[in-house]
Each structure stands twice: as structure tokens, then as C-alpha cells.
């Protein structure tokens, strides 16, 4: 059986890969230029790294991390970091 090709239906000026701080940024600042988005994320989540730093960089084990109790081990910080 032969899969039927998808029909794409949807149109924009501007497609953002990823949805971290800077790909959302990004699409913002392209919105707020009058420009239409589609923001794609292969994630199960929205942020990327951006959602685990609360919106600041990124640093493994830092103490705001720490204050929360997500304190995640060398392989929890291999694997986060690998999927970027």
C-alpha cells in the first residue's frame, strides 16, 4: 500500500524551528514586525533548555536549581544537554 503524499494547508513569512528562549524571541519579535509564524518544536515540551533555567541561562546545579530541589545527576545533566 502506498501512503498518500500530506497536503500542507498552512502558510507563514516566517518558520521557527525550536521553541526555546531564543527561537520564541525570535518569533515575537517577528510577529510584532507584522510577519505570520509557525513556531515547530520537536519536543514533548515547550522552552527547551530555557524551561529548566526558568528563563535564564542555563547552568547545571546551580543553587536557584538546588533551592527548588531539582538537583539532577551527571546523567540526567548528559542527557538534557544531548538532546539540545
Avoid: C
Avoid at 509557525?38 to 533551592?67: C, M, P, Q
Amino acid at each position: 500500500m502506498v501512503a498518500s503524499p500530506r497536503v500542507w494547508k498552512e502558510e507563514a513569512d516566517v518558520l521557527i524551528v525550536g521553541s526555546g528562549g531564543a527561537a520564541l524571541s525570535a518569533a515575537i519579535a517577528a510577529v510584532q514586525a507584522g510577519e505570520r509564524v509557525i513556531v515547530f518544536e520537536k519536543g514533548d515540551f515547550v522552552g527547551g533548555t530555557t524551561r529548566w533555567s526558568d528563563g535564564a541561562y542555563y547552568i547545571a546545579n546551580n543553587h536557584f536549581l538546588r533551592e527548588k530541589g531539582v538537583a539532577p545527576g551527571p546523567d540526567d545533566l548528559l542527557h538534557q544537554l544531548a538532546r539540545q
